[in-house]
């Protein structure tokens, strides 16, 4: 099995020290596993480097308890498989305590069920947002190791209704959908609130993903004449589905979620075939304090802005993790999982930012006694039990061959539309 390992602190070795860094005679592992290669590699590579941020800074406020924070990241591959076994080198011989991934809800899963809950070590994920987590804490089998900083697919679900029904009229609509959690998370979400609008899903269409062709599938999608296509894919995949759909004559309206709220998706397809044709959602980021901070610190690092969804929601996983172990003067999992809820959700907590300034605010305040709540760049972290958080969600289209937000639905207003459907 091939794995890349990276140190954020060799990495990042270029960027200036400013502040009181860390100790170097000690070091505390946190673990990544992302897919810096697969059908999700574009989005990996740049939540790496805001995992990769979020540590350096960290150090550059003094570190964890003294100890540097050493960032330990392995490809996913955008495989199960593979991420399982980068997780349990990470945790068997590496011994990280907490672990951020993955990305692909399929690959979390597989971790959360194969490696971390097991081990009892801690992993928050920045985007994965099937449902199926929610289900799979309140049946208690998580132990209450598993957080996510992204909201759960249960609300971009009944969002892409709401934007299907209001604002592209559609009353027809066909589902393709990938066959893990994700895929059937998101689209099952869909099909019930869409339904409920009064609208009908036609068809709901699975796949599995790496096929040379996908002939077959929108065959089944087109039979029931479809005004649009509900297209729950990653981008490469995504791609050749939709450019088969295109060329046997498929309606030219389309809905996409998070995962194809991407440039190189739009640029394999082809811009003039998606131009005032799309509608999509994402989960967005909350106007905080936090997130300025952290964007311009991503640029001065990087050369240029964030470019994938769930930047911001990687760098708070590891703030998350940083100061629950800050908190909890200790670096296992179960000690950080009982302190991540504290440092994020209190409201009688003094409020902290991200970034060096913010990263030495808490420290501060926590060596005082003092309880802190860290504002996210991403937007509020009150983790609920099932370690959910809640969150706006964006709807985009593509204009000029451009991703272009059009409007921020918060999570009471999709509170407000889900009851409306009799949806839970």
Known sequence: MRYKPY???????????????????????????????????????????????????????????GCTLKAMIYDSQTQPSTGVDAAKKLIDINHVPALVGAYSSGVSMAILTSATAPSKVVQISAGSTSPAFTQLAKEGK?????????????????????????????????????????GLGLADRFKDAFTAYGGKVTSMVVYNPQQPSYRSEVAKALAGHPQALFLVAYPNEGATILREWISNGGAQKYLFPDALNAPQFITSVGAKYLDGHVWGTVPGSMDTPSLPIVKKAFKAAYGHDFTQPYDANAYDAVATIALAMEAGKCSTGTCIKDHIRSVTGDPKGTPVEAGVAGFKKARKLLAEGKTIRYVGASGDLNFDPQGDVQGPEVVWQVEGGNIVNKQTMSADEIAVITKKLGLK
């Open 7 to 65: 140190l954020a602190t060799a990495l990042l070795a270029a960027l200036p020290m400013v502040g009181h860094a860390a100790s170097s005679d000690c070091s505390i592992p946190i673990g990544a596993v992302l897919p810096l290669t697969g059908s999700l590699s574009a989005t990996g590579q740049e939540n790496v480097k805001a995992v990769q941020l979020a540590v350096e800074e960290f150090n550059k406020a003094g570190g964890i308890n």
């Open 142 to 182: 998580t132990g209450g190791y598993w957080f996510r900083t992204c909201p759960s697919d249960a609300l971009q679900g009944v969002a892409m209704a709401y934007v299907a029904k209001e604002k592209a009229h559609l009353k027809k609509v066909a589902v393709i959908y990938l066959n893990n959690p994700y």
